[in-house]
């Protein structure tokens, strides 16, 4: 159905039958070689068979902050006066598989919500979000260490369905 590769350790390229989608979280873009050139930022995305949610971490932390002082947070989300760094952390959709892309970041996990598949550097991510694959985009000796478990070397993580996935923990390293 898919699979996942990576160039350097600051980006993901999901590529598909009519698709390839390349998410730079260092840039907090996304490129799909498409005429208007890259996509900049947060917001809500169908490229191909590849839907994508763009999360504005500056404003889920807003939220998440007044909603933990018992205000109200619906108007948090649409106020114009937070200013937002442009962090952006990503959750693509291949056929009912959530791909979380979020890199170094460990803010904003709970808006990114339950993710098959996680990309990340993060250890405290992992733990919090419980993936059935991470691929590690950073520092894997110490990923794998801190959870205890091995990793493997992959050209490309393909995955055929859901139903391909792990039943258990695997991080793979590309």
Do not use: Q, W
Not at 21 to 38: H, P, Q, R, W, Y
Not at 102 to 110: H, K, V, Y
Not at 112 to 120: A, F, K, N, P, R
Request: proline share 3%; net charge negative; aromatic share 2%.
């Amino acid at each position: 159905m898919f699979d996942l590769e990576s160039k350097n350790p600051d980006e993901i390229t999901i590529n598909t039958k009519k698709t390839s989608v390349t998410f730079n979280v260092v840039e907090n873009e996304i490129d799909a070689g498409l005429s208007v050139g890259k996509i900049k930022g947060p917001g809500e995305f169908e490229i191909g068979d590849v839907t994508i949610r763009g999360i504005d971490v500056d404003k889920a932390k807003a939220v998440a902050k007044k909603e933990a002082a018992g205000e109200d947070a619906d108007a948090t989300e649409a106020d114009p006066t937070i200013k937002s760094s442009g962090k952006t952390i990503y959750d693509a959709e291949v056929g009912g598989i959530h791909i979380g892309i979020i890199g170094g970041c460990e803010d904003a996990l709970d808006e990114l919500g339950v993710s098959d598949i996680l990309c990340t550097s993060s250890v405290r991510a992992v733990r919090e979000i419980e993936p059935k694959v991470v691929i590690s985009m950073g520092n894997i000796d110490g990923m794998v260490t801190e959870l205890k478990i091995s990793a493997r070397t992959e050209k490309k993580f393909k995955v055929k369905n859901e139903a391909s996935l792990p039943a258990t923990l695997e991080v793979v390293s590309l």
